[in-house]
T-cell receptor, first 112, second 113 residues
């Protein structure tokens, strides 16, 4: 079946540092890939997505590239802010239907 | 434009009881999915409703059931509650099952004691 593996946290960074969160997946066919963010006490917000190989999703300074050859979708941001402190989830969905399969989440803490 | 709204926000139930959680989808959305998020874990797919029918189901027992109404809102029912059912229950809505961009509500925190 489908599965998503992402690096365990917590990841602790200083403001303006570079952030990378690794995500790899196992799936049949060509899934769509997503990064969701969850702020304390809130639900999930879609951060970015990519629907086919070599697509790059980007939003709010975050980027991730769909790499089919390495089955990866790593999240990066060049300069993090305190407000980026949250839990980040990598997820995939098949093209037909929108059942999402999530990774376990990575907690990021950015210190001033 | 109201997003996905869920009620109640928090709920405490006793083992063996039954609970009903409610979800109103984002305006214009017709598909509702439910997820269970245990503490410190990623969300797990429970089931999805479209056109008032369950279209997909995850690996959850029959104690978990749902319903979708003609206005697209949805309910999640859990019978014979177990301590392990304590979790954040998230509702997500989208437009048609083929649209994989899901919008999530803030969730209902269920505690079973």
């Amino acid at each position: 079946g489908n599965s998503v593996t992402q690096m365990e946290g917590p990841v602790t960074l200083s403001e303006e540092a570079f952030l990378t969160i690794n995500c790899t997946y196992t799936a049949t066919g060509y899934p769509s890939l997503f990064w969701y963010v969850q702020y304390p006490g809130e639900g999930l917000q879609l951060l970015l997505k990519a629907t086919k190989a070599d697509d790059k999703g980007s939003n709010k300074g975050f980027e991730a590239t769909y790499r089919k050859e390495t089955t990866s979708f790593h999240l990066e941001k060049g300069s993090v802010q305190v407000s980026d402190s949250a839990v980040y989830f990598c997820a995939l969905a098949k093209a037909a239907g929108n059942k999402l399969t999530f990774g376990g989440g990575t907690r990021v803490l950015v210190k001033p | 434009d109201a997003g996905v709204t869920q009620s109640p926000t928090h709920l405490i139930k006793t083992r063996g009881q039954q609970v009903t959680l409610r979800c109103s989808p984002k305006s214009g959305h017709d598909t509702v999915s439910w997820y269970q998020q245990a503490l410190g874990q990623g969300p797990q797919f429970i089931f999805q409703y479209y056109e008032e029918e369950e279209r997909q189901r995850g690996n959850f027992p029959d104690r978990f059931s749902g319903h979708q109404f003609p206005n697209y809102s949805s309910e999640l029912n859990v019978n014979a509650l177990l301590l392990g059912d304590s979790a954040l229950y998230l509702c997500a809505s989208s437009l048609e099952p083929q649209n994989t961009e899901a919008f999530f509500g803030q969730g209902t925190r269920l505690t079973v004691v």
